[in-house]
């Protein structure tokens, strides 16, 4: 990967670990799938508000099945979290939503066009994998149901899944056009979800839970998403998904400077894993403008033949 990537990588990871304090605020005034399907139709209004001033290149349809197969991810990725961090404690769903760079990788090299799992690169993953672990230990007894404990395996999987068909849809889908479709499909499983078990007295409007919303749908939604739709089309899945790992680090020092939380050395040595493991991630991953030239003399004598 090159730097620009790098950094655009770790700002959405950024973003994403402000998510999570931004809707812990948020809850005190707002039940959980509710405040989800608003977050997620004011982000897809404001995009398509912006697509539309835009003007995108037209979308090549030939890809309609990867965007279906992404959005419907997406849907049950976003549904599993809620439903899952209710029924699980925060550090074990953390913990279990992390799996998902491990996911990507094992899928990707058996889903077209591959990449190659090696053994560098199996490392780098397992080493990141432990630093998360060794960040949330002492906080992963108890708290947790089977209910919730596999609604978050099954949201890594989905998400993995989502990465990788995203990919793939985004070499005929102009990024932003992709994730408007997500978010479009997201808000309704939402919106039906939240009308069919939540109540409207759980919502109690203040304006902290307004600007909370707004962000939540502008910079940790919009910006985020649509950043990593653009990276996803640039850049190995496997990749990019192991900087997931650092999300939880971003967590950490939100909680510090927002919170008041303390960085112990537990979460000194997580760190040092994670940085560790997503440099070897990158260093044993093999161009993908390599394995195009790898495979092109095959290429050119099946062509001759």
Request: with cysteine; aromatic share 10%; charged share 10%.
């Amino acid at each position: 990967m090159s730097n620009r990537f790098v950094a655009l990588t770790i700002l959405i990871c950024a973003l994403w670990a402000s998510v999570g304090i931004a809707i812990k605020v948020c809850l005190a005034d707002a039940p959980p799938l509710g405040l989800a399907a608003v977050r997620m139709l004011l982000a897809t209004g404001t995009l398509w508000l912006w697509l539309q001033m835009r003007a995108p290149p037209k979308p090549d349809w030939r890809y309609w099945r990867e965007v279906l197969i992404a959005t419907i991810f997406y849907s049950v990725l976003v549904a599993f979290t809620h439903i899952g961090f209710d029924h699980t404690s925060a550090a074990r769903g953390i913990v279990l939503l992390n799996t998902t760079p491990l996911f990507v990788a094992l899928l990707a090299n058996t889903v077209a066009p591959r990449e190659p799992l090696n053994l560098m690169k199996g490392t780098g993953l397992i080493l990141a994998f432990a630093g998360v672990v060794a960040i949330f230990a002492n906080r992963l007894q108890g708290g947790g149901t089977l209910l919730g404990d596999g609604l978050m395996v099954l949201a890594a999987i989905s998400w993995s899944v989502q990465i990788l068909w995203t990919k793939r849809a985004a070499k005929g889908v102009d990024p932003g056009t992709l994730t408007v479709v997500q978010f479009f499909g997201c808000t309704i499983v939402l919106m039906a979800a939240s009308l069919a078990s939540e109540s409207v007295t759980q919502w109690h409007v203040t304006p902290l839970l307004v600007a909370g919303i707004v962000y939540l749908a502008i910079a940790g939604t919009v910006v985020a998403w649509v950043l990593w739709a653009y990276v996803l089309k640039n850049v190995p899945a496997s990749n990019a998904s192991a900087f997931i790992f650092t999300v939880p680090l971003f967590g950490m020092v939100f909680s510090l400077l927002l919170l008041g939380e303390l960085i112990t050395l537990q979460f000194a040595i997580g760190a040092v894993l994670v940085s560790v493991g997503i440099i070897v991630v990158n260093r044993g991953s093999v161009p993908e403008s390599a394995t195009s030239a790898r495979r092109s003399p095959r290429s050119k004598a099946a062509t001759s033949a």
